[in-house]
């Protein structure tokens, strides 16, 4: 089956950086989502990105499905961005694979 | 309009008693899916139902659990003879079945089986 891995695990980040997180997949997708869980287990959908660029604020993705990868752009980052980022793809549309999760803590 | 909703929101059970776990997808969503998250571990895939297909189990990890949909809405997530191991967060999240697939999650039931 199809394997997801975020890079990188864990990330420290001052308030104000910037950083970008990435997600390989090993077969082709018609489903990538981009997930954050916040400190309470809520999972907020980030972004729908099977292809392409997108931007919501201070967020931004992109995937290249021809290359198998999304990247997950986090500019000006804040405290409120601290969770764990998650990047999850569907082969087939339904059946879906997470990765394992990239751990963010902004520091203030 | 309406999210996900999931009931319990926790469930403590004892070892080898059964549960069951309620999902209520959005409105229209004809997609439904099971996960389950361990403590500090990513999602795990279990089941997901589409339409009037046949739902793909692949991912349960024993006779022990088993789901059904009823009437292409709600979903159930029966565990039986629960072990201690069972215990996680147990997610439900629903998806439109057109072009695109965006899945919407639940709140989620944290299980403790003690």
């Known amino acids: 089956g199809i394997q997801v891995e975020q890079s990188p695990p864990d990330l420290i980040l001052q308030e104000g950086a910037n950083s970008t997180l990435r997600c390989n997949f090993s077969d082709s997708v018609n489903n990538l989502q981009w997930f954050h869980q916040n400190p309470w287990g809520q999972l907020i959908n980030l972004f729908y990105i099977p292809s392409g660029t997108k931007q919501n604020g201070r967020l931004s993705a992109t995937t290249v499905a021809t290359e198998r990868y999304s990247l997950l752009y986090i500019s000006s980052s804040q405290t409120t961005d601290s969770g764990v980022y998650f990047c999850a793809a569907a082969p087939g549309g339904f059946k879906t694979i997470f990765g394992a999760g990239t751990r963010l803590f902004v520091k203030a | 309009g309406a999210g996900v909703s999931q009931s319990p929101s926790n469930k403590v059970t004892e070892k080898g008693k059964d549960v069951e776990l309620r999902c209520d997808p959005i409105s229209g969503h004809t997609a439904l899916y099971w996960y389950r998250q361990s403590l500090g571990q990513g999602l795990e895939f279990l089941i997901y139902f589409q339409g009037n297909s046949a739902p793909d189990k692949s991912g349960l990890p024993s006779d022990r659990f088993s789901a059904e949909r009823t009437g292409g809405s709600v979903s159930t997530l029966t565990i039986q003879r629960t072990q201690q191991e069972d215990s996680a967060v147990y997610l439900c999240?629903?998806?439109?079945?057109?072009?695109?697939?965006?899945?919407?999650f639940g709140p989620g039931t944290r299980l403790t089986v003690t």
């Open positions: 999240a629903s998806s439109d079945a057109g072009t695109v697939y965006e899945q919407y």
